[in-house]
């Protein structure tokens, strides 16, 4: 029996959760099958998913299909939670991605297929709802052959559409050939020759898919079944097992986290290779820090099962790991855990309603950051003010709801504001050095700030001896420069510059005699942390820095008779269109709009075209802000911007 890690990946409302109810069925775990619209969902257990009918976290189940074993990945098919949908990809051994028959191929379809594609996962493609009235199946497939991939293989037809008797008719057709034979050069050489048997056909499908060159194409209905029993031989036939040794070294990958009754930590893995055991002591970070296993629960047949063990392949919780991350390597590091989609565009201030405890909030904030490490946290100690980073709206109703069901906790929020950068206009450099002028630390730090490449992050380099004074000095340097860039001149991270130390010098211990170490006379790590902010920031200042907006790429199909309409609000949302295509009574518009006026545009596109427009949408890159008012991030630091003010909450905060 083979083992398959399968993720099910669609547009919001596409269906994916219902076809894996109707997969649970098929393989006997559930006796009925439940209903997105009545809330009683296996695999969507949190309160907002049952009430929204909408999938917020990855649920995982196991079941066996025949010879199969197969865990199943059930994601998010909303973009505001796409960092779910980014965990799970790393442990897939195949997906399947769900199309509606009726909406077609939609914004969010494109962009898993693109990553799909990217990372080389074997794919299905489940056209569902066949039997919903507007049910296309030439048209769906056109723009499934058009938009997604060309590399599309029928596995057969339907008849009675857009009824309750729809149905899905398997069998293979002359393009299954044309299209196999592209990658192929023998299989080509017997089309040619009209040697090609159905064997030999099935067979160079089966490769060829789980090689992720060419994606099979289904059709049926999660809610009547039609359909679903060839989808089912495709998952047995065409997807790879999961491979790894299981008496190799253990390796595997945390892609989520939670906490459990207690309180406790509890990490969702894939294991990769080898065999991990409950009181084994193992690495969970790539600094080579240990935890132990205190247990394990293994997915099988629909539930988590207890066991003392768990083999490369599988997928488990485990317990006891109180420092692990999303996205930690256990065990043996292996192919590095990446994001395949751009980070949160969007900034929001979580507000306390009421009297609700401004300490418990940012407690449990950090514990749902833990759990999503994609919601980045701010805190403004002066202010006592939480901000969170965000993919769209929708986010802040998950966190609301959350912090009051799990915690209790009553918020608010500010409104959502775009999350720009600063970049370095020129170089600039500032130096202060020990014991001169007014400088009140016990050192001497020179600083040139060099604008970077976009994407290169942030460089640190030396320009002096390196054994001109105690390393720890020259990494509290280091450690302190990247703090900084956190917040520039107008309070926005600087992600990408070089930094290099020019200058440096410190005062040697010294002690009175027959007394110990005299801290005032000597320098600790206190006095280059406190002095590198000031003159970094004063480095910036002579570079001068530029903010950023973050800006979205567009693509809206609407009737053409209704681009009269949608222009004056380009204008007004300041989206550039930059292609213009008329096909038919159709035109499609490709652009670029600031991420900060997506969501309204999404709002009154429906307005604008009859209800006919359909937007696509994601983070493309970052663009000068707009003449005018200069976005402004409120500072979380103590402010290296104000001299005065900086030393005297730095002095505060010490002696405090």
Not at 101 to 119: D, I, K, N, Y
Not at 367 to 375: G, H, K, R, Y
Not at 393 to 417: N, S, Y
Not at 564 to 584: C, K, M, S
Request: a negative charge; charged letters at 25%.
């Amino acid at each position: 029996m083979h083992l398959l890690n399968l993720g099910i990946l669609a547009h919001v409302d596409a269906g994916k959760t219902s076809l894996t109810e109707r997969l649970l069925h098929t393989a006997g775990v559930i006796d009925e099958i439940g209903s997105v619209d009545a809330g009683n969902t296996r695999t969507d257990s949190l309160a907002l998913e049952r009430q929204r009918g909408i999938t917020i976290k990855s649920a995982v189940v196991s079941f066996a299909l025949d010879d199969v074993t197969v865990n199943l990945i059930d994601t998010p098919g909303h973009p505001d939670f796409i960092a779910e949908v980014e965990r799970v990809l790393g442990v897939l051994d195949g997906a399947v991605l769900v199309v509606s028959a009726v909406e077609g191929v939609q914004p969010q379809t494109l962009v898993l297929m693109r990553t799909l594609q990217r990372l080389r996962i074997p794919t299905l493609v489940f056209v569902n709802k066949i039997d919903r009235r507007g049910a296309r199946h030439d048209a769906v497939l056109r723009a499934v052959s058009e938009r997604l991939t060309a590399a599309v293989v029928p596995m057969g037809a339907t008849d009675a559409l857009g009824t309750r008797e729809a149905r899905f008719l398997p069998g293979l057709d002359a393009s299954a050939l044309d299209v196999l034979s592209g990658h192929d050069d023998a299989l080509l050489t017997a089309y040619v020759e009209d040697t090609v048997s159905y064997d030999r056909l099935g067979a160079a499908l089966a490769e060829q898919t789980r090689q992720a060159l060419v994606h099979p194409v289904y059709f049926g209905s999660a809610i009547t079944g039609a359909g679903v029993g060839s989808l089912i031989d495709g998952i047995k036939r065409l997807l790879p097992a999961a491979d790894g040794d299981p008496d190799g070294p253990v390796s595997g990958t945390v892609f989520k986290v939670e906490r459990g009754p207690a309180g406790e930590k509890v990490a969702y893995a894939r294991l990769f290779s080898g065999t991990l055991r409950t009181r084994d002591r193992i690495r969970v970070d790539e600094a080579g820090a240990e935890g132990r296993v205190t247990a394990i629960s293994v997915f099988d047949q629909g539930a988590d099962v207890r066991g003392d063990s768990v083999p490369a392949g599988r997928i488990a919780k485990l317990w006891g790991l109180a420092d692990i991350r999303i996205g930690d390597v256990i065990g043996e590091p292996r192919k590095a855990y990446g994001h395949f989609f751009a980070p949160p565009t969007l900034e929001t201030v979580v507000v306390p309603a009421g009297d609700t405890d401004r300490r418990a909030l940012h407690r449990a904030l950090t514990l749902l950051a833990e759990q999503d490490p994609l919601i980045d946290l701010r805190h403004d100690e002066v202010r006592q003010e939480t901000f969170v980073s965000l993919y769209g709206e929708v986010q802040k109703e998950v966190i609301q709801v959350t912090l009051a069901e799990e915690f209790g906790l009553d918020v608010t929020f500010r409104q959502t504001t775009p999350l720009c950068v600063e970049r370095p206009v020129g170089p600039g450099a500032a130096v202060e050095f020990n014991k001169k002028d007014d400088n009140p630390f016990l050192a001497t730090v020179g600083l040139r700030v060099d604008p970077a490449p976009v994407g290169s992050g942030v460089a640190f380099r030396l320009e002096v001896e390196l054994g001109s004074m105690p390393y720890a000095f020259f990494k509290a340097v280091e450690d302190t420069v990247r703090e900084t860039l956190g917040q520039g001149l107008h309070g926005w991270q600087i992600p990408d510059c070089t930094v290099t130390m020019t200058h440096s010098g410190y005062s040697p211990r010294q002690s009175h005699a027959h007394q110990g170490f005299d801290k005032s006379m000597s320098s600790t790590g206190y006095d280059f942390r406190g002095l590198t902010p000031l003159v970094l920031i004063e480095a910036l200042r002579r570079a001068g820095t530029e903010v950023h907006e973050p800006m979205h790429r567009f693509r809206i199909e609407a009737p053409t008779d209704t681009l009269a309409a949608l222009l004056p609000v380009f204008a007004r949302l300041r989206a550039v269109p930059q292609t213009t295509e008329t096909r038919g009574a159709s035109c499609v518009l490709e652009g670029s709009v600031p991420a900060a006026h997506v969501h309204e545009l999404e709002q009154q596109l429906p307005g604008l075209t009859r209800g006919e427009g359909e937007l696509e949408s994601a983070f493309d890159h970052y663009a000068p802000a707009a003449r005018g008012t200069l976005p402004e991030r409120r500072r979380t630091d103590l402010n290296p911007l104000n001299r005065k003010e900086y030393l005297l909450k730095l002095t505060r905060r010490v002696g405090g």
